[in-house]
């Protein structure tokens, strides 16, 4: 969903805004994504902010989508977690 923020045609998506009253700037590289999958469920609650390399390993790794909602968070848990190990890995 988006929202018209200013003229002529200037459009921003109402999770970002939503996300950045709630939590601050959107840090470049980073995305907002819904927790539960519903795209209109804009609840600051349901937001969560990722690296690029979390969407990307949430993408191959992992199907949010398909995964049972009692278990989604730990499903992103998981996903940070692995992404850290990648880093430290990266690094040595």
Not at 39 to 63: G, V
């Given at each position: ?52 390399r979390e969407l990307a390993l949430l993408n191959h790794d992992f199907d949010l ?6 278990i989604k968070p730990t499903v992103l848990a998981v996903m940070k977690l692995k ?10």
């Amino acid at each position: 969903v988006e929202m018209k923020v200013s003229e002529p045609k200037q459009f921003r998506y109402l999770h970002h805004i939503v996300y950045e009253s709630e939590f601050g700037a959107i840090p470049k590289g980073h995305v907002v994504i819904f927790r539960d999958c519903n795209t209109t469920n804009i609840h600051p609650d349901n937001l969560t902010l990722l690296s690029r390399r979390e969407l990307a390993l949430l993408n191959h790794d992992f199907d949010l989508k398909k995964s049972d909602p009692v278990i989604k968070p730990t499903v992103l848990a998981v996903m940070k977690l692995k992404s850290i190990i990648n880093e430290i890995k990266n690094a040595i």
